[in-house]
Each structure stands twice: as C-alpha cells, then as structure tokens.
C-alpha cells in the first residue's frame, strides 16, 4: 500500500510538480558551481518557488552575489514612487566588467567585431507575474557560480544585464496579498482569494498604470529611471518575461506575423524566429508545452518586447501559465508556481545561449538596422518635423524632454520660419530632423497611420505623441531656409520676474500646464482669487498686456493671510510661472478688476469613485494627473463604501469607465441630492452613460444595436467571426474635435482644434440644448490609428464633451478618455478646468 501511494504521488501530469519546492540545482544545468556563491535558499531561508519573494528580499540576494562573485554588478538606477530601489544587475566575464565604461562609450559609436553581444532580461514589469521576478534568482546564481567552461567562454563575449523586478511596487502588493491568503496546506482551487487580488492588483504600478505600455510615453518615474541605462548599454536582445491564464502554457515570439508594426524590420522577425529555436530546444528537452506565432503582436512600440525593435535590438515576450498564487489546478493538471519559475530559467539561460551563439548575426543586424534608417530617412517624402507651442513652455518642455530621453536630436529655430500659411516663432519652434539615428522611433513617434495590413490590435493602435500632447508640428518637406542652433535642446531652468510687494493685483495666465497647480496653492494657503471670465488689457510697466479669459487675478484688497505677498512670490517661483504686477483696478480695455465677471473661485476637494467595478487604468489616470502632477489631495472611495460617506465634504466627484449599475438606491438618491445642491460630477465613457440612463446627464447615447447595425454580414462565415470583432472595436485611436474657445471649460485653450483618444465605441448623440456642447468632433475626425469607416462617419460631428446645469450643480461628461496613459497633456487640461471652472458657466439642460 505504501509503495502503491509513493507511485500516485510522482504520477503527474506535464505541469505535475512535487508539492515541495526545488533546489536551486534543480532549476539549473548540471553544473560545479562554486560554494562560495550563495545559493538562493540559503540566503532567503526557504527554497526557491516555495513562497512567493518580496522586493527587498530579491535586491538583498543581488546585493550578496555581487559581493562574492567578481562576476557580478549591482546598479541603482532609482526609486520607484513608494521608495523601492530599482536595480540592474550587469553579469559578464571580470575582465569586461573592469572595463565596462569603455565598452559603453564605445557602444556609442556603434558595434565593432569584438564587442560582447549585449542580453538584457527584464522580470516581472506587471508584478503579479511573479515568476519572472523569482527566476532571475536562479539565472543571477547560476551565471555567478557556474564553473563549466561554456559558461565562461559565453560570459567573456556576453554583458548580460538583468532587471531582475521592473515593477518593485506592483511586485510587493501582490506578493503581500498571495502570502497573506494562502493556508499552511496549499490549496489548488482557482476559487480561493489567494488568487483572485483586490481592485489595486499588483499588476500596476504604485498609480496604477500598466507600466509595460509606458517605454515609448515614459510618463512613469519606473520607466524614467530605467531607459537611459537602455541607451547605454543598446541591448541586442532583450528578452521580456511575463504571465498569462492558467489554462494557457507557454508562449514566445514571434507573434502574428501580420501584426508586427511596418517601422520593424523584416530582419527582425526573422532574427526571433532564430531565437525561438533555442526557445523550443531548451522546452523539448523538458516535455513542457509551448507555442508561438499566436494571440500577441508586435505593434505597439511602448512594450517591453517592442520597443527594442527601433531601436537596433530584439526584443522578445515570453507568457507564462500563471498559478497566481503557489498552486491551481488547470486543464493541464496541477499547475504550480515552481513550474512556471522553471520555464522562466530554462528561456531566460536559451535567450542567453541563442544570443551568444548569433553574436556575430546580431552585431551585423545592429550595424545595418542603423545604416538602413539613415537611408530610409534619406528616401522620405519629409525631411524633418517642425514642432511648436508659443503659449505653453511648459508642456513643449515637457515634449522636447522626453523625446530627449529617446536619444532624439531637436534643434532650436534660431530664426523665424515661414511654411505654408504659418510662420514659427524662433523662440518657441523646434524642429526634427529625420536623418538621424532615431529615425525609427521619430516615426513611431510622429506618424500618423490609419491604414494597416492587419486591423486585430492587442493594443492600441494609434498614439501619435504631438497630438497627445497638443503640441502644434508639421512635416517639412525640404529643409532649405531653416535656421538651425548649432547645439540640440537642452532643459533650462525658467526664473521668474520678482513680485512687486506693493502691486494693486497679481494676475497669472491659465494656458500654463501647471497653472491649476499654482492656482490650488493659492486657494490653499487661503489666498482669494478671481478667474477672469472675459477680457481686458492692464498697462505693465509701460507696455500693453492683453489677457484672456481664464487669467487668475489675485486683488491685494480682498487678501487676509498673513504675508500672502510672500507665498504668491514663492508659489510663482516653485511652479515657474509669472505673476503680472497690476498697479491699479482700472484697466484700459474690457473688464475692470472689480467687475462681476471676475468669477470667484473656492478650494476644491474632489472624490474618485474607485473599487470593484470602476477601471482601475483610469482611476490611475486621474490620480496621477491630480495628485501627482497638479498636487491636489485626491481622495479615493470605493464604490462598496460609497453610501456611508457624507457627500457634503466634497466639491466634484470623479467617474471614471466602469459599471455602476451595482450602486444602492440610497447612495443614488443621496447623490442626486448633493448634485442638485450645488456639487460638481466629472464622468467619462460607461460612467457618462450611467448618468444619462439615470437621467442626470440629459444626452442620449447610441445604442449598440445601431452600432451593430452599421456593419454587414452578407457572405461572412465563421472564419470572418475575429475580423468583423476587430472592425466593431475602438482599439485606441485618435479622433480630431472643435471646442468651444467661449466656454469656461475651454480656458487656457488658444486653438480650437483639439485631439482626443477613443477606445470605446460609445457615442453621444446631439445635445439636446445648444449651449450644452463644448467639444464636438469635426466632420472627418480620425488622426491617427485604425477605426471603421463606419464608426468614423457615425462619430463625426457628434459631441465629445458636454456640460450643463442639474439644479445648482454641475454635469460634465465626455464618451472619451482625457488623461490616457499619463501622456495626455492637451485633453487632460479639460479635467483641471472641470475642477476650478465648473461654476464659472450656466446651461441650462434643456
């Protein structure tokens, strides 16, 4: 009986593992490896795949084998929002370690023969898909420890840099959940809590945004941190490690061939494709399922996997079956955490290995990936962009800085520019050359698409970067008569013109991306305020000012604080945007600073609704954009505690996408109560159409009926299913809409054309009264991006935002996102005049 049960027990299916976890050798080649080095499981005080590792435990581990082993580098790159140390882990022989600067400088002026091939391997970017995280472990153990003679060979041609945990934040929210849940006994059931996570899912960052979208945006401080080391060291292959459902297996790229973006090489797929055979050796000689060529693209340039791909490298994603906790049961048996870390180690050693043995295909393939992109900017119908924002120094800096980041040369105008009917200021124009290095990511930056090959995106499909931010630029076709500064853009600090302490009023302009910050620092710090709600012109000092709608003026005779003038001059000083010192009330054009329309203004106290049901992506949004950027205490409440909260404490309540249809009639009618008494409600996409079929928001939306309507299905069958699916969906694309410069909620704007993101297929129709619309979409509205030809003449000139009266409160709604991804800077600008503004205008409903 005994041996009968000994046998049940190795009986296992494919990804059958024993319940107690490995050794350290288990995960490795057969190796000598040196005792010096210490093992993972003597370090941690439990085996490897036994419990999940928290961040500080995995950095500590680093920390030790850089210590011991000659072999191994430890680098500080950062710290992420919560103040966990972002680190790179450089393995390589010690002789090229010694001289690791010189072998970078060098990389700068581009590979030679001898050059070590460069492997970067990154774990984990969502952070509850752990597996990646725990094996970098075993890959730092066994490249430190190894003595076989292979190893030392690859390692005297290889630099290898592991990040061992992209997501150090994300990593320990999950890590902290799974150890918190699971019982002594381990439970297998994908029911129990230990797998399923709360709202804040370690997959995100401390905001919560997705942080592998975010190489190409870099709106995060994790992404910000991380890419100029991947400027210095211009990996050649740079493997990706991630997780999926527990019913899947294991995947690696290629992907979709017909899914990959037009900028990326055809070379490049075919350089994965020789990677993949080391993939499927190395998971042949273990039995373990795999597949590839599936389900994932190489499109969008802002992941892990892609954004190598312009630049000279090869990046690579690898998908996990996730036990999302130490054990579930799967259609493939009894899938365990110690099986996926495995999978992990054997395509993190073949990513190496594959690399290694092509070193001298990859050093070529990097020297004509760069020889070919000054070619094909040579046979570009352009020359270069021509980039502008005579307005906003705020948010251009904001642009130039992060194409600054991507290695990208801007140069300033040194003259001014005339093109087509446009002239660019000198002092406020840049323009960007083509024929450069960069030129692949300029093009994935600039580009415009809106016609592909394959319209299935796994992600979005258009994120022009200028229109997201609303940054004016234009394509120059021939260069000739530009006046170019020698040097490229540098970041400069901007100083300020000192506040006179005797002034009548203080005025600042609204078109500042940090306006709404200074403004809330003001209001504070109880200094009062007034948003002028039409034009005038001041005299200062000798010259005529002409200030628009939306202007902050801060009259000194109102003021009770005590040396408020010195916190205007330190609050202008920290933001660095000018006060105008207005010596009397009188102005000489349009309103006088005493007038009726200078509209006071209050401290705000918003509210997000978070939780179950409301998109935590979006939430993230918001709470970046409020909290972070404009620094105003944002609070958050979820929607299961939502009627215990009193309402009266808050100025706007913020609904971001998601399904509301769960909250209690009681916290409804208390909501419509603190509504009509005077609050403020800012709601996009299925939040805007909650409040229409609750009849707050007096807008309809068009059926998905009519949306159904608008495709035909004559002729199709069942293989046409996934391409009809693909030509319903709103993947992510940018729509081109018309404000209301009139409207309040349209301060600080100067242009009228305004680009919005869309990822839904939610329309509004008409407004019904005519003052209620503040941005419509014009007549032929798609920038940038795939959308249906159908669903683009169906949006047209339908509203894109609205906004209206609903007793003494305020209703703005919009089908769109605003603050998409933390790079939105133009649309998201909407938000902060929703929050100051949403007083400064009446309309009626009807």
């Known amino acids: 009986m005994r041996i009968q049960i000994l046998l049940l027990a190795v009986l296992v299916t494919c990804f059958s593992v024993a319940v107690h976890a490995k050794k350290i050798t288990d995960y490795l080649p057969n190796h000598i490896f040196l005792e010096e080095i210490e093992t993972p499981e003597k370090h941690l005080g439990f085996e490897l795949g036994e419990r999940h590792i928290r961040h500080d435990q995995l950095v500590q581990y680093m920390e030790k084998v850089a210590e011991q082993s000659s072999r191994v580098l430890l680098t500080d790159i950062g710290f992420t929002q919560e103040m966990r140390r972002q680190v790179l882990v450089t393995i390589s022989s010690e002789e090229n370690l010694k001289n690791l600067p010189s072998l970078l400088q060098q990389k700068t002026k581009g590979d030679s023969e001898n050059d070590p091939v460069v492997v970067w391997l990154g774990y984990s970017v969502h952070g509850d898909e752990i597996s990646g995280a725990n094996a970098s472990l075993a890959v730092a153990y066994y490249l430190a420890a190894s003595q076989n003679k292979a190893v030392k060979d690859m390692l005297a041609d290889t630099v290898i840099v592991l990040e061992p945990s992209m997501n150090p934040d994300g990593m320990d929210r999950f890590t902290n959940w799974v150890n918190m849940h699971r019982g002594t006994t381990p439970n297998a059931d994908p029911n129990h809590i230990e797998h399923h996570q709360d709202w804040r899912s370690g997959r995100t960052n401390h905001f919560g945004f997705d942080l592998n979208r975010d190489w190409l945006l870099l709106s995060q401080k994790e992404s910000r941190n991380r890419i100029p080391y991947f400027h210095q060291y211009q990996p050649h292959v740079l493997g990706d490690f991630h997780e999926m459902g527990a019913n899947s297996s294991f995947f690696f790229q290629p992907g979709i061939p017909t899914r990959t973006h037009p900028l990326t090489p055809k070379r490049n797929t075919e350089l994965t494709q020789l990677m993949a055979t080391f993939h499927s050796a190395a998971l042949d000689a273990e039995n373990r399922l795999y597949y590839s060529q599936e389900n994932f693209d190489d499109f969008y340039y802002g992941k892990g996997s ?26 493939n048996g009894l899938l365990t955490f110690e099986y996926g870390v495995k999978n992990q180690v054997l395509t993190s050693l073949s990513t190496i290995q594959g690399a290694w043995e092509s070193r001298d295909t990859f050093r070529k393939y990097r020297a004509k990936f760069y020889d070919e992109a000054m070619q094909a900017a040579k046979d570009e119908k352009i020359n270069g962009y021509i980039i502008s924002e005579a307005h906003d120094t705020q948010r251009l800096n904001h642009f130039l800085d992060k194409l600054a980041l991507h290695q990208i040369d801007v140069y300033p105008l ?109 209001l504070t710090n109880n200094i009062k305020t007034r948003v002028a709600t039409k034009p005038f012109a001041s005299t200062i000092n000798g010259k005529v000012v002409q200030f628009s709608p939306g ?105 971001v996408d998601g399904n509301y249809k769960g909250l209690s009639k009681k916290f409804v009618e208390s909501f419509k109560r603190w509504l009509t008494n005077g609050g403020t409600v800012f709601a996009q996409k299925r939040a805007a159409q909650w409040l229409a079929e609750e009849e707050i928001l007096k807008v309809k939306m068009v059926k998905k009926s009519v949306i159904n309507d608008l495709f035909t299905t004559d002729g199709l069958t069942y293989q046409d299913k996934e391409s009809l699916s693909a030509r319903k969906r709103i993947a992510g694309a940018i729509f081109q809409s018309t404000l209301d410069l009139s409207h309040p909620l349209t301060y600080g704007f100067n242009n009228e054309g305004l680009p919005l993101f869309k990822n839904s297929t ?85």
């Open 551 to 655: 202007t902050i003026v801060i009259p000194a005779g109102i003021q009770q604080a005590n040396q408020w003038r010195d916190l205007v001059a330190q609050l202008s000083e920290d933001t660095g945007i000018e006060m105008f010192n207005i010596d009397t009330g009188l102005t000489i054009q349009g309103i006088d600073l005493g007038s009726r329309s200078m509209h006071a203004l209050s401290p705000v106290k918003p509210l997000l609704v978070g939780g179950k049901g409301s998109s935590q992506y979006e939430a993230a949004e918001l709470r970046f954009y409020i909290d972070d950027m404009l620094n105003i205490p944002l609070t958050v409440v979820e929607q299961a505690r939502l009627s215990r909260i009193d309402l009266s404490d808050y100025t706007h309540i913020l609904l």
């Open 414 to 522: 040194t003259k001014d520019y005339r093109l087509d009917d446009t002239t660019y200021a000198k002092n406020a124009s840049f323009y960007v050359p083509l024929a450069q290095k960069q030129y692949r990511v300029i093009q994935a930056l600039f580009s415009q698409g809106t016609n592909f090959q394959d319209n299935t995106f796994y992600d979005v499909s258009g994120w022009t970067m200028p229109l997201a931010m609303d940054i004016d630029f234009a394509p120059v076709k021939r260069s000739r008569g530009l006046s170019l500064a020698e040097n490229t853009w540098q970041q400069t600090q901007r100083t300020v013109k000192p506040v006179d302490p005797n002034a009548y009023a203080y005025a600042f302009e609204w078109h500042h991306m940090y306006s709404a910050k200074l403004l809330n620092n003001l």
């Open 762 to 846: 939610l329309i509004m129709e008409q407004a019904g009264a005519v003052f209620n619309t503040v941005a419509s979409y014009t007549p032929t509205p798609l920038l940038s991006g795939y959308t249906d030809k159908n669903l683009v003449n169906k949006i047209a000139r339908t509203p894109a935002l609205v906004a209206h009266n609903v007793g003494r409160g305020r209703v703005i709604a919009t089908p769109n996102v605003m603050a998409f991804r933390g790079y939105w800077m133009g649309s998201a600008r909407l938000i902060s005049n929703s929050l100051f503004f949403s007083k400064a205008f009446s309309a009626s409903a009807h």
């Open 306 to 331: 892609t954004y190598p791909d312009i630049n000279g490298g090869v990046g690579i994603l690898f998908e996990q079956a996730s036990s999302r906790g130490y054990q579930q049961q799967s259609i």
